[in-house]
C-alpha cells in the first residue's frame, strides 16, 4: 500500500493519479473529478493498482504528525508494505485545486504539481 | 489508570504523574509519533499518541492505516482522552511545551489532571464498558 499525503491534497492526488496512471490526459481528467472528495483534512481518496491500493490522503496544516503517525505506526504493527509519501504543494493550491474542480480543461492552473511528479516512485 | 500505573480510587499526588514515562516529554516534532505503554490486565496491548492540533487528519489516517493492517473495528479500541483535559492541563501543556517553561508547565499540567481525576474516572470506566466487545489483539 502507497500512501501519497499533502496538505490540500492536490499534490498528493496528482502524484497518486500519475502513479497509477502513466498519462497527464488521463490524470488531469481524473484529478478534476476526484479532488472535491479531498475537501478537509483527513479525507482520502483510494485508488487501485496492479501491485495492490494507492492512497490520495488530505494530511491538512501539520503533514510532519501524519507522516510521523505512518513511520511509527508501521514500526510498531510492522507493517513494512505500507510507504507514506509526503508531496509538497504549490502555491495557493486550495484555490487553484477549486478552480481547476470547476474547469478541467485550464490544465495550466495543476501544471506545477504535474512537474513535480517524481516517476521514480518504486512500489514498496 | 487503565495499566494500573496510577490508583484508581485514590487521587494521585503531582510527584506520581510528573514520574509517568513519556509525560510532558513529547517535543514538537514528535507529534504522531505512536508509542507502546504497555499491557493490561487481560493481555490488551496499550499504546499513546499524540495526535496534535489536526486532529482529524490525524485520527483519520490512524483509522486508516488500522484498516490497511488488517484490523476490523472489533480489534481496536482508540479512546479521545482530551475530554478530560482542562484549561490547567492545556496552559500546563503549553508553558512546558512552546514557551520552554518546563518545571512551571509540568506542575501546572500534573495539577490538572488531579484536579480533574473524576473525569478521568468516568472515562476508564467506559473504557472498561466499550472493553467487554472487544477482541484481544497481540502486539
Redesign the interface.
Known sequence: MMVFHSKVGLAALVAGLAFVHKNPEVVAVLCARLWPQLVAPGQYVSLKHPKGTVICFCSGAKPEIVDNLFFTAGEVWGANHLRAIYVQEGFLAKWRAFLFSKMPHQRRLITSELRTIEHSIDWK | MHLRMLGINKKPCLREIISLPHFDRTPA????????YGQDHQQNNV?I?S????R???????R??LQ??GMQQKDVLIIDALQCVNLSIRVGGFLSRRCGLVALGRHLCAYGIVANFACFKILLSRVEEDMKGLTTWR?
Not at chain 2, 51 to 54: D, F, R, T
Request: zero cysteines; proline letters at 4%; aromatic letters at 12%.
Open positions: 516534532k514528535s507529534l504522531g509519533r505512536v508509542l507502546f499504546y499518541v495526535l496534535g492540533p489536526a482529524q487528519a490525524t485520527l483519520s489516517a490512524l486508516l492505516f490497511a493492517r502486539r
